[in-house]
């Protein structure tokens, strides 16, 4: 599928990978020359790159600097856990007990964050628990869910970067996310729904209150 991809989609597909990773952060600027000597490319196609990225809500045009890296509001984080809510609960109602591929994706995913927590590597520990609510909406089987759920993952990694303090920030999750495979693998449909719920509360919440504290008064 990736042959089929133009230049300016796989270049839009990396930045935003990057996003995701954690590697390009909110203020960041991304520079049209750079990037077409980084990826061999012509200025038109890096700026049809960056272009979709603003479509996706993950940059912005700022006057007299170019585009940057979005920083989000409490606007946005609420907007974007009224979708996570809307498609992760979902999913997990409408969800049969783990099949065998299912969770070992999961497990995969779990595994690798808990070896990044070993290392101390909280910036990859972030990126893989986001890979496992990727999972989740994906028990739903809709690429086009899929495509789109992508996207706010890329945004909440922009915001997960307000917080001070990653290793304290990330810290409480891994478990928890555990909690709901484990769940999810018993068929246990209820606990699995209402531990999610409970999760996406307190992670909007402790969100909420990172970006409050760290917006100029």
């Known amino acids: 599928m990736t042959n089929s991809l133009s230049l300016a989609d796989q270049i839009t597909l990396e930045l935003r990978a990057d996003i995701i990773g954690g590697r390009l952060v909110p203020g960041m600027a991304l520079i049209e020359n750079n990037l077409a000597s980084a990826y061999n490319a012509s200025r038109n196609t890096i700026r049809e790159a960056l272009h979709r990225l603003g479509q996706e809500g993950l940059t912005r045009y700022v006057r007299n600097k170019g585009v940057m890296v979005r920083r989000l509001d409490v606007t946005d984080v609420r907007d974007l856990f009224n979708v996570r809510r809307t498609l992760e609960l979902q999913a997990i109602m409408a969800s049969k007990p783990l099949s065998d591929y299912q969770s070992d994706r999961m ?54 970067c307000s917080a001070p303090d990653e290793a304290r920030f990330q810290a409480p999750w891994l478990a928890r996310d555990r909690q709901i495979h484990d769940w999810l693998t018993e068929g246990s449909k209820l606990a699995a729904l209402e531990g999610m719920n409970l999760y996406l509360d307190d992670s909007e919440q402790l969100l909420l209150h990172l970006l409050v504290c760290a917006t100029p008064q």
């Not at 972030?126 to 495509?147: C, K, N, Y």
């Open 107 to 160: 497990l995969e995913t779990l595994e690798a964050a808990e070896l990044a927590r070993e290392r101390e590597d909280w910036r990859a520990v972030g990126t893989h628990g986001l890979a496992f609510h990727q999972h989740i909406v994906g028990l739903m089987r809709s690429p086009l869910l899929d495509e789109f759920f992508t996207n706010v993952v890329a945004q909440l990694r922009l915001v997960f």
